[in-house]
């Protein structure tokens, strides 16, 4: 007899947040939770080429096994590399300086 698992599947736009609780088998992945969720009938920009998936901010493949209570994320692919804002905040910043 196989046991099921309460887990939560999220995905976050800037302006609203979806989170949905569900009960899949022991031993479920990420990816059947996020298809048994039906999340993307909501979403359907969700495309798993593009968009990875985590457990509690922590990068997993769509494979990963699930626990009791796991929250598993959907992230949205970056718009911009975070390295490269913070070196041309930093590059403005010297510019402003020195002239003022």
Same mark, same amino acid.
């Given at each position: 007899m196989s046991h099921e698992i %309460? =887990? %939560? =599947?999220v995905y976050a736009l800037p302006e609203v947040q979806t989170l949905i609780q569900l009960k899949v088998p022991e031993g479920a *992945? /990420? *990816?059947e939770a996020v298809h048994k969720s039906g999340i993307q %009938?909501?979403?359907p920009e969700i495309d798993f080429a593009k968009n990875k998936l985590g457990i509690f901010g922590k990068l997993v493949k769509a494979d990963a096994v699930l626990h009791q209570n796991d929250r598993v994320e959907i992230y949205r692919p970056?718009? /911009?590399?975070?390295k490269a804002v913070r070196? &041309?905040?930093a590059e403005e910043g010297k510019a402003? &300086? &020195?002239?003022g």
């Open positions: %309460e =887990v %939560e =599947v *992945t /990420a *990816t %009938e909501r979403h970056l718009i /911009a590399d975070p070196r &041309k905040r402003m &300086k &020195k002239g």
